[in-house]
């Protein structure tokens, strides 16, 4: 149905921002840009208020997709973040179920929680649970332990020739390094009955 990123185990194609002038290693400028410190503050800085938006078809992963789902500074303290995407489907087979596959490069302390078409559904559709201890974010790298996870989305979560939104909520909101780095995201139908 669709997909964002590509699967090579690493987020080095999503974007990578420039780092705060303050903190820039001229070892790095040129390459590897994902090797300067205090990436993850920038998240907080390009998105204060509202968090990351990406809509299928109109988005690109290379400048739309921050590479790492860090948590958002407010004051002192630090909170977990919701991506949305956004996506429409011509047709929703009611009779299947979808598969969302995402594929993590990294995770530090995170809980990545999975909702559709409702931000507050609880229980969510999928959570992970408290995973990874391989600190990417903080050692300034790309990728670290591989994490795969295959979610099954009923069809009757999913809206026919309308918006639906997938929400990707990182919950765990107790420090700077928590947070996850994403591989690899798909959206797939069910198998076609033959």
């Known amino acids: 149905m669709w997909e964002i990123g590509i699967p090579d185990r690493t987020a080095a194609e999503f974007y990578v921002p420039d780092p705060n002038p303050e903190y820039i ?19 907080s800085e390009l998105y204060p208020n509202e968090d990351l938006v990406y809509t ?8 739309d997709w921050f590479f790492a789902q860090v948590t958002r500074r407010k004051g002192n303290a630090y909170e977990g973040t919701t991506w949305q ?27 990545l929680e999975v909702r559709v078409n409702d931000p507050m559904a609880k229980p969510p559709v999928f959570t992970t649970g408290r995973i990874g ?8 790298g790309i990728h670290g ?4 996870f295959s ?4 069809a009757s979560l999913l809206v026919q020739d309308d918006a639906n939104i997938i929400f990707l909520t990182q919950s765990n909101g107790t420090g700077p390094f928590v947070g996850l780095m994403y591989d690899y995201i798909r959206l797939e139908g069910p198998p076609l009955s033959l």
């Open 151 to 154: 979610v099954d989305i009923q």
């Open 25 to 43: 290693n001229p070892l790095y400028i040129d390459h590897d840009r994902f090797r300067q410190y205090g990436l993850w503050e920038r998240y």
């Open 56 to 63: 299928i078809g109109a988005s690109d992963y290379h400048n």
């Open 145 to 148: 332990l591989y994490w795969l």
């Open 85 to 111: 995407i956004k996506f429409k489907l011509d047709t929703v087979d009611q009779s299947g179920t979808y598969k969302l596959r995402l594929a993590l490069a990294s995770a530090n302390a995170a809980r």
């Open 133 to 140: 201890r391989d600190n990417a974010i903080a050692r300034h």
